[in-house]
């Protein structure tokens, strides 16, 4: 299959985005940017899950598809998604399949991973937004040596570098338990949190505290803290 599968759980809380794996094509690049579409103006969802039918998340760009000419691009079409976004990646993750991954907030990788964004030795640029969510992501260092050098990196340096949070042997079981997580929390303050990570980030510590304060007051005035309370405590 060429298309990417959109599955909910039995809830309707859980989306789950199936790439079709190995070199992206341009109808799994316009489905990622559809789904996104359609998931925002969807307030059932709480948790986005993206990953792959295959051994390898993604490749990178098949030869038919010209990254410039997908617009929006699908890693923006993830990024504007208010709930948590959590890929589960395998085997090579490179180019436009990492840029997919860095607009996820939480990535957990199995022990065959390997990460790059080599596009400059190929002599073009990352259009999806590599060049400004690595460094963002792992350093400005280590993204010049991916960018730069094109350096591939494994899931344990990948782990060091905190560009994915957990390497699960058992990915499946990893999945499920960070989902359950995420679930357990209130869902307005997850989107919350996301917010304040992500604007938060671009501010200096005066506003990106005073953004802080306008979302609690925010929260506070919603029924989801009662929520999350009780979650909590249950």
Known sequence: ADSV???RSADRRVVTLTLPGGRLNARAARDITQTCEQLREDREPRVVVVRTS????CTGPAHDLNPAAVSPDP???LSTLRVPLVALISGSCVSVGLELVLA??????TPDSVFSLA???????PMWGGTQRLPRA???????SMLLLGTEIDAATAHAWGLVHEIADDADGAL???VESLLAC??????????AIHRGSELPLRDGLRLEGDLNHQLAATEDRAEGLAAFFA
């Open 5 to 7: 599968t959109v599955a």
């Open 54 to 57: 295959e051994s390898d998340f």
């Open 75 to 77: 890693a923006a079409s």
């Open 104 to 109: 996820c907030d939480i990535r957990i990788a």
């Open 119 to 125: 596009d400059a030795r190929e002599g073009t640029l």
């Open 138 to 144: 792992i350093s400005h260092g280590r993204s010049s």
């Open 176 to 178: 499920s338990r960070v």
């Open 186 to 195: 209130g869902p307005l303050a997850l989107e919350l949190a996301k917010e």
